[in-house]
């Protein structure tokens, strides 16, 4: 019964729903299929109100990118800024996920994950690319200072 629910869970992915795509940019053309492309996503920060990221991303294109077989390049950016007032939870967990996206049909995952550094109240977003055998030492921070927000 648990084998059945870890399948279920590895496609279904519950912070994997609540980006907005803004656009995208070709960047290989391909014959047969979609071509190779840039994504632009939104999404907010789902326990920090008050914060938006933009993440740009590598999506790949082709046959097998069409079907969504294809594995995505580890490689994508973020932009995290305070769009409004800032209300953090009672306690800030570091390293915890706020935004996950398969870029392989079974095991790469796109990771957003939030730090908080007190000393200096700013929360940093960290974006980075796993696997389950090997994982990418790319990656992309963006930081966003706590201020005073007056609408």
């Keep these: 019964m648990n084998r059945i629910i870890f399948i279920i869970l590895m496609f279904v992915n519950p912070l994997d729903l609540h980006a907005e ?21 939104a999404f907010d920060d789902p326990k920090v109100p008050g914060v938006t990221c ?16 294809a594995e ?3 490689e994508a950016s973020i932009a995290c800024r305070q769009i409004g007032a ?18 392989s049909l079974l095991f790469k995952t796109l990771q957003v994950i939030r730090f ?7 929360l940093i977003y960290l974006v980075y690319s ?3 055998v090997d994982g990418s030492p790319k990656n992309s921070i963006s930081t966003v200072p ?4 007056s609408p």
């Design 86 to 103: 800032i209300k953090l939870p009672l306690e800030v967990v570091n390293g915890e996920s706020v935004f996950s996206k398969k870029t």
């Design 130 to 132: 796993d696997k389950i």
């Design 21 to 41: 795509e803004i656009g995208s940019v070709d960047t290989v053309f391909k014959f047969l299929g979609s071509n190779h492309k840039i994504i632009v996503e």
């Design 54 to 69: 933009h993440l740009s991303r590598a999506k790949t294109g082709g046959i097998s990118g069409s079907l969504g077989i």
């Design 146 to 149: 706590i201020l005073k927000w």
């Design 72 to 74: 995505d390049k580890a």
């Design 116 to 122: 908080y550094d007190p000393t200096r109240n700013v």
